[in-house]
């Protein structure tokens, strides 16, 4: 089944500089690849998604990159503030799966300010 | 206001018994699920359901159990046979399309957090 590994698992970066995530997957036929962010206390919410015929998506300062190739995708977060601080997850799915979602291990993000 | 409502949002519990989180919705989604959430290990599938009066086991299925008798419901219960239920526990709802899950954004609610004592 679907293996998604998510890098790094703690990330410290100053107020306004630039954050990024990584993940990789190990089902070459996963078609869509989502982020979510999780607040502390609450459930994860969506912030973007990508699918396999697109290399990349921007939403104001947050983009996704997809490698088919090397089945690998990142979060970019720009200008980054302290709201930004929370735990992101990446996920995976694939048809084959029944379209059920993988997640990664999340990501803890610290912006200092 | 439309959402997933998930309760109650810390519970406790003695080794031995059983114990039921409730998830309702208002979203008109025929796909609900739940996932358990423990440090370092990311979203782990448990149960999901596509349509009313059906469901199937996800990847930690053992030790819990799930109905869902009314489109708004998806109530999961924690039987005595999970060996470590200490955990955040996250219900979540989607599209379905034609009995299908779809892929696109899961709805999450804010989660019940379980200790066992």
Known sequence: ??????????????????????????????????????????????????????????????????????????????????????????AASTIQYGNKLVFGAGTILRVKS | DGGITQSPKYLFRKEGQNVTLSCEQNLNHDAMYWY??????????????????????????????????KKESFPLTVTSAQKNPTAFYLCASSIAVGGRLYTGELFFGEGSRLTVL
């Open chain 1, 1 to 90: 089944g679907e293996n998604v590994e998510q890098h790094p698992s703690t990330l410290s970066v100053q107020e306004g500089d630039s954050a990024v995530i990584k993940c990789t997957y190990s089902d070459s036929a996963s078609n869509y690849f989502p982020w979510y962010k999780q607040e502390l206390g609450k459930g994860p919410q969506l912030i973007i998604d990508i699918r396999s015929n697109v290399g990349e998506k921007k939403d104001q300062r947050i983009a996704v990159t997809l490698n088919k190739t090397a089945k690998h995708f990142s979060l970019h977060i720009t200008e980054t503030q302290p709201e930004d601080s929370a735990v992101y997850f990446c």
């Open chain 2, 36 to 69: 358990r959430q423990d440090p370092g290990q990311g979203l782990r599938l448990i149960y999901y359901s596509q349509i009313v009066n059906d469901f199937q086991k996800g990847d930690i299925a053992e030790g819990y159990s799930v109905s869902r008798e």
